[in-house]
């Protein structure tokens, strides 16, 4: 099982058509000419590898059928695996609407299943929620992680903030620099006519300054293919007591981003 472990102590009844039964209840039917009908029980685990059987035979409708009984059964492992389950083959038909409502409704009940959060904010990106996959990402990081799978949910956390129509940072910190005026430490400049002295203003200096660095972008969506037109201003500077050794730089920058698969092409 992908959720949760433990002993499983109820019992799931499949009858015959036009039956019904308590709990994990399935209706099958095998009918032959003349019409014949066959009855079986079988428990909840085998009920669920009993859907995934006729899943993988292509019997989706049955399948189908045996993950909904299961999502209602009293165990809350086999429920919420049924309902991973059944999620997983909703998403795989492109209904992701009714995926990601399983996925919460296992999350109501088991708010550490971290597997669960992960797929939620798979759905919740490919349905154009950014900021929802963005809290679902946030939960999983607050819950602490193997440091490998914190540095995957890192890279996808910054996949899912470059994707975002506007957003902005800003850095700031101590500057020391060792020649804050970018200037020699000789005290003479040898030339052709001879030997310069050189004044000790004109001397490398040292100094500590504010160190700042900032940039927002703002992106305008061309079209459903992932095409938009980026914005970008950027700024940093190094900033000192007195003005003339300051550092300061700014850039604009505009132009198309592709979308190529997986891959952002920014021009």
């Known amino acids: 099982m992908l959720l949760g472990q433990g002993t499983v102590s109820s019992s799931s009844t499949v009858v015959a058509a036009g039956a019904s039964a308590p709990g994990s209840a399935i209706t099958l039917s ?36 045996a993950y909904k009984a299961l999502s209602h059964d009293p165990n809350s492992d086999i429920r919420n695996e049924a309902r991973f389950r059944y999620s997983k083959m909703l998403a795989a038909r ?117 160190s700042l660095r900032g940039q927002s972008y703002r992106r305008f969506s061309l079209g459903h293919d992932g095409r938009a037109l980026l914005m970008r201003l950027s700024g940093l500077g190094n900033l000192y007591k007195h003005g003339r050794f300051n550092d300061i730089a700014l850039d604009l920058g505009a132009g198309p981003e592709l979308q190529i698969g997986r891959n952002r092409i920014n021009l």
């Open 30 to 65: 095998q009918s032959k000419r003349p019409p014949a009908t066959t009855s079986v029980q079988l428990r909840p685990e085998q009920l669920l590898a009993f859907a995934e059987t006729a899943q993988a035979s292509g019997d989706v409708a049955t399948a189908e059928t």
């Open 94 to 210: 492109g209904e992701n609407t009714d995926a990601a409502m399983l996925l919460r409704q296992i999350l109501d009940e088991k708010p550490q299943a971290t597997p669960v959060r992960l797929k939620l904010a798979g759905l919740l990106d490919k349905m154009g929620d950014k900021e929802g996959a963005l809290r679902q990402i946030r939960a999983v990081r607050a819950g602490g992680l193997p440091p490998a799978v914190a540095r995957l949910v890192d890279r996808y956390s910054e996949a899912l903030r470059a994707q975002r129509p506007f957003g902005a940072s800003f850095e700031i910190a101590l500057a020391p620099d060792s020649n804050i005026n970018h200037a020699t430490d000789q005290d003479k400049l040898g030339t052709v006519l001879g030997d310069f002295d050189i004044s000790q203003d004109s001397k490398a200096r040292s100094g500590t300054g504010l």
